[in-house]
């Protein structure tokens, strides 16, 4: 069978993934009424740590409960109708310089946004998408972290190669659950173990040799 030179390409080269953080209690709650049910402020150093500087994809609803985007980051915000974020919002993007031409990304996506702001020397960037089709993890020079919520996770899980996950050691009222992924990926790592949570790494399974012959992740 001949290959097109994209699927040559693509067989030959190593791909990029997207990664995913998230918490969880023991009964799967990541939100309730729209915020994060615990406060648990080493759990928190721990995310920015290990986003910063990267890229955080969020849910339009995560970001509206964030109220401003994660400083030293680029903030990519996934809503399927942009325009309405943006005016919605002037208190937020009113204080950001407005990109049209995507001049941090290797291609220029057709329906981006792309604000800006710099403070003390560092970089903050938010960028809006309508769809999730049209992420390509490639086209980004650092690492891109899934940061939720349930619906994006929901979505994007199986494109993922990895899985930092927090797990809060108690059941949590919420009404906002992370998705079922214990098939899809092998725990790998015990990152951290204190009182009250465990940071654990998972790994696709489909990128651990011994799980399997195949070595890509469905895109
Ligand atoms: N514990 C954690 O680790 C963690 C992390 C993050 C969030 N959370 C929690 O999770 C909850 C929010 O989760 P959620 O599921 O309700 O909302 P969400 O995933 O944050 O946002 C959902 C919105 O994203 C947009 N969207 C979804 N799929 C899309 C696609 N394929 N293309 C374009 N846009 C798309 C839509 O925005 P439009 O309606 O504008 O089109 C949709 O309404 C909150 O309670 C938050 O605190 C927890």
Not at 50 to 78: A, D, Q, W, Y
Not at 164 to 192: C, H, M, N, S, W
Request: hydrophobic share 35%.
């Amino acid at each position: 069978m001949l290959l097109s030179f994209g699927q040559r390409w693509r067989e030959n080269c190593p791909m990029k993934h997207f990664k995913a953080i998230a918490a969880m209690s023991l009964n799967r709650v990541i939100g309730a009424g729209g915020k994060i049910p615990w406060h648990l402020p080493e759990d928190f150093q721990w995310f920015k740590e290990t986003t910063m500087g990267n890229v955080v994809v969020m849910g339009r609803k995560t970001f509206e409960s964030l109220g401003k985007p994660l400083p030293n980051r680029k903030n990519l915000i996934l809503t399927r109708h942009p325009q309405r974020l943006i005016h919605q919002h002037p208190e937020i993007f009113g204080q950001y310089h407005e990109w049209r031409s995507g001049r941090y990304l290797k291609k220029a996506y057709q329906f981006e946004f792309h604000f800006t702001k710099t403070n003390k020397g560092q970089q903050t960037d938010i960028l809006i998408f309508n769809s999730l089709e049209k992420l390509n993890p490639s086209d980004f020079p650092t690492e891109i972290f899934i940061c939720g919520g349930s619906e994006i996770y929901e979505q994007t899980l199986p494109r993922c190669s990895d899985l930092y996950l927090t797990l809060v050691k108690r059941e949590v009222a919420g009404d906002a659950f992370f998705p079922p992924f214990e098939d899809r990926f092998v725990q790998v790592e015990e990152i951290r173990d204190t009182p009250e949570f465990k940071i654990l790494h998972y790994r696709h399974r489909s990128l651990i040799p011994s799980e399997g012959q195949v070595t890509q992740v469905p895109e």
